[in-house]
């Protein structure tokens, strides 16, 4: 302890500044450096210098939150370069502290300036009998961290919702809990200050449907380490271990919105059930809880089993995993709050720095996790770039001149080889072009077409470049452009070389046409972009035997995948450029797998069979074509943005 200071108790309340926004209660101006940086006050005591009360007593809890600050990369011992100040003063539990103190105690230190850049750490704000959703203090303009929010109280992008800890989960086995769907109960309800109301509607809920919930109640005394069912036949369940036998677990308003119970629930793996209107969640600012969690008004708590019960399994597993992950790296302990909050504030003064909203809710975000394309942003950040996946067997010739090609190609990442000859080694990195991208080269364990769909975990861009080692007659503006137009739609293919399907009235079949026509139907992967999570979905979820057939007849990956994208987005491919042509110059026509005579017919067998499969036809045939502005236009051509595209 460093010092006493003497407070002046009947110094005059003002509570906060209610209207607090980023904008105009934090001095960015103080954060001058590119990483947060956090002064902590010394501890001191504070006194009344008329009653000798103390303001506050540092809690053990508290005292975890400032070492956690201390040992981090957020700390600065050096007030003149900090951007945040953390007081000493333990103001977490409002029935801990002197509220008419605490104000006095805050004003008191030396770089208060009515609380601009300061943090304020509290879980249990207000007290009897109103119970309010915030601090009755004088913060002033300080930044709360709070786990008592209402949609009245927070103030958007300025305070931080945190949890309110429970130190029940310290004691619990660190045993890992297995997720699933075999578990005892639907329901469970073990929250002990439930409101009245709702413990009456969950015993009429029980007449009907005593199996799938458990409804438990304190066991007498101060106990919080075990639940009681009802009398007459009392029974005793250890808590919070009982949690883990219900898919789902309750958590509702009480005399504070809110409540340790959360904490305790998903430390168990079960899903959490949230009837509290107006309740903000924890970290809700970067937290997607859709994804962990069921949110119920409390008027509709009467129809809790009915809306549960209507979830699939699918979902139940997903949620399962979801409230794991969250729990695991953003609630598990005081450490990990207090960083996910300073993480958060920081994202806001640097939001350079920040996390996308994806990378913090994404299970196995570092490995190399797919996302369905048709839930991203409608523009994909052209920062990222392109894989180039090339699909080669032995003419090295031509893929050297491809990659050389390529490396120009501004918006190109890197370059992933597939050498699917298990017959004769790859060149040796050596010999390949020097490039100034990275190149990585994976020999096939088979010779499969399917191979250039296999989601390589090397490729690390949303965006993949199919392309075969003999396109080489495309131009690097062609290829920019290709990319510029697939960031605009990341759930289509977009490509060059184009085909469409057609209906014979003769065999009644469906036939595979080449010819070169305005309508298309499929666009070629020997060169075309489309998004990774089609290379997941390809090889993991195509239905039939779609995938076996492709690579026992060694033709059709193509038409797959555009089935495969069609049937799930019901959108059609995209040809970009008026270029119909792809001959390689360097190749002679024994050497391409399309000179087979047999080739065509078996594409058109593939169409008719894959549309069996799938049981329609989802190939759509339009009329459209994606050219860059001003291609044709009589214009200078040094104003234009891509001047070498290709001719028909």
């Given amino acids: 302890m460093e010092r006493e200071v003497l407070l002046h108790s009947d110094t005059e309340y003002r509570g906060r500044n209610a209207n607090c926004t980023f904008w105009d209660c934090l001095n960015i101006y103080k954060c001058e450096h590119d990483k947060l940086k956090v002064y902590i006050y ?9 009653s000798d009360k103390v303001a506050s007593t540092l809690s053990s809890e508290y005292f975890q939150i400032l070492e956690t600050v ?17 007081p000493s003063l333990d103001l977490l539990n409002q029935d801990m502290f002197d509220k008419h103190l605490a104000g006095p105690a805050l004003s008191s230190l030396n770089f208060w300036d009515r609380g601009e850049n300061h943090l304020i750490f509290n879980m249990l704000p207000g007290s009897a009998p109103n119970y309010n959703t915030i601090l009755d203090v004088n913060i002033d303009n300080a930044i709360v961290l709070g786990g008592g929010f209402d949609s009245w109280t927070y103030r958007p992008g300025f305070d931080v919702a945190i949890p309110v800890w429970s130190p029940l989960v310290q004691q619990i086995s660190t045993a890992p809990i297995h997720n699933g769907l075999h578990r005892n109960y639907l329901l469970v309800v073990a929250q002990l200050n439930i409101l009245p109301q709702h413990a009456r509607t969950f015993n ?6 005593a199996e799938k919930i458990l409804q438990l109640g304190s066991c007498g005394g101060n106990e919080i380490e075990a639940r009681c069912s009802s009398a007459p036949h009392q029974k005793r369940f250890e808590y919070p271990r009982i949690l883990r036998r219900g898919q789902f677990c309750f958590v509702g308003r009480s005399l504070r919105v809110g409540q340790p119970d959360l904490i305790e629930i ?4 079960c899903i959490p059930v949230l009837a509290i209107d107006n309740f903000v969640l924890p970290f809700e600012d970067v937290i997607d809880w859709s994804l962990a969690a069921v949110r119920l ?22 949620m399962q995993k979801q409230v794991q992950y969250l729990y695991t790296n953003y609630l598990k302990d005081l450490k990990t709050i207090t960083i996910t909050a300073l993480e958060i504030i920081e994202s806001r003064i640097f939001p350079l720095l920040a996390r996308s909203s994806r990378q ?5 975000k570092n490995s190399h996790s797919t996302f369905n394309p048709i839930f991203l942003t409608s523009l994909v950040p052209k920062s990222q770039g392109f894989t180039a996946v090339i699909l080669t067997y032995d003419r090295v010739e031509s893929l050297f001149l491809l990659i050389q090609k390529l490396t120009v190609v501004p918006s190109l990442q890197s370059i992933l080889v597939i050498w699917n000859n298990q017959k004769k080694m790859p060149p040796h990195l050596s010999t390949f072009p020097t490039i100034a991208k990275p190149l990585k080269i994976i020999q096939t364990r088979e010779n499969k077409l399917s191979n250039r769909f296999y989601p390589y975990p090397e490729i690390e861009t949303e965006a993949i470049l199919t392309i075969d080692d003999d396109i080489i007659m495309l131009t690097s503006d062609e290829l920019d452009f290709g990319y510029e137009v697939w960031r605009e739609f990341p759930d289509h293919i977009v490509g060059f070389p184009s085909r469409i399907h057609v209906w014979d009235n003769s065999t009644m079949r469906w036939h595979y046409e080449s010819e070169w026509t305005n309508q298309i139907s499929m666009v070629l992967t020997g060169a075309a972009f489309h998004h990774k999570y089609w290379s997941h979905m390809y090889t993991y979820a195509m239905p039939g035997d779609i995938k076996h057939w492709v690579d026992e007849h060694m033709n059709c990956e193509d ?25 390689c110059p360097e190749c002679t026509n024994t050497e391409m797998l399309s000179a087979d005579l047999n080739h065509m017919r078996e594409r058109s ?36 943005r891509y001047n070498d595209i290709g001719s028909l």
């Fill in 70 to 86: 201390l040992k981090s990369r957020y700390y600065t011992s050096n007030p003149n370069e900090a951007c945040l100040f953390l």
């Fill in 559 to 583: 038409i797959a995948m555009n089935f495969l994208v069609a049937n799930l987005t019901n959108n059609p491919p995209i040809k970009v450029t008026p270029r119909k042509k792809f001959k």
């Fill in 360 to 364: 913090w809710n994404t299970v196995n």
């Fill in 605 to 640: 067998a593939c169409i008719d069979r894959f549309s069996k499969i799938y049981g329609r036809m989802p190939l759509r045939t339009v009329e459209f074509r994606a050219d860059p502005v001003l291609f044709r236009d009589n214009f200078p051509e040094k104003l234009k």
């Fill in 42 to 50: 010394p501890l001191q005591e504070f006194l009344d210098e008329k």
């Fill in 266 to 269: 998903m430390s168990q793996n």
């Fill in 297 to 318: 008004r409390e008027s509709e708590l009467h129809s809790i089993i009915r809306k549960l019960e209507s979830i699939s399994s699918v979902k139940i597993l997903e």
């Fill in 204 to 209: 009429e809920l029980k007449a009907n449907s």
